[in-house]
């Protein structure tokens, strides 16, 4: 079975930063496009930053020039590097990916990791 496992969250005081890890493990014919979301309480999840299997990214506003996501395509990993971290990035992220396993293809979603970023 294909899983994605996130590690890396933690507490950091603001102007930090932190490195999230996503690997996706199992029988794995391809993965496409990776993502991170994150999700504060009381809000929506949003879409943070994604990138392509060729490395094309795309971020969030908020996160532009702050964050930086970038893939493993021989490690089936995904990393996301956050450096300033404000107080508002206080959420837990979660990995996505779509992955061609065995049976065909499917969207996959980590656990999530929680970040705290105190004032």
């Known amino acids: 079975q294909v899983q994605l496992v996130e590690s890396g969250g933690g507490l950091v005081q603001a102007g930090g930063s932190l490195r999230l890890s996503c690997a996706a493990s199992g029988i794995i014919r391809n993965i496409n496009a990776m993502g991170w979301y994150r999700q504060a309480p009381g809000k929506q999840r949003e879409l943070v930053a994604d990138i392509t299997s060729g490395g094309t990214s795309n971020y969030a506003g908020s996160v532009k020039g702050r964050f930086t996501i970038s893939r493993d395509n021989a490690k089936n990993t995904a990393y996301l590097q956050m450096n300033s971290l404000k107080p508002e990035d206080t959420a837990v992220y979660y990995c996505?990916?779509?992955?061609?396993?065995?049976?065909?293809?499917?969207?996959?979603w980590g656990q999530g990791t929680q970040v705290t970023v105190s004032s």
């Open positions: 996505a990916a779509r992955i061609t396993g065995l049976y065909g293809s499917s969207n996959l």
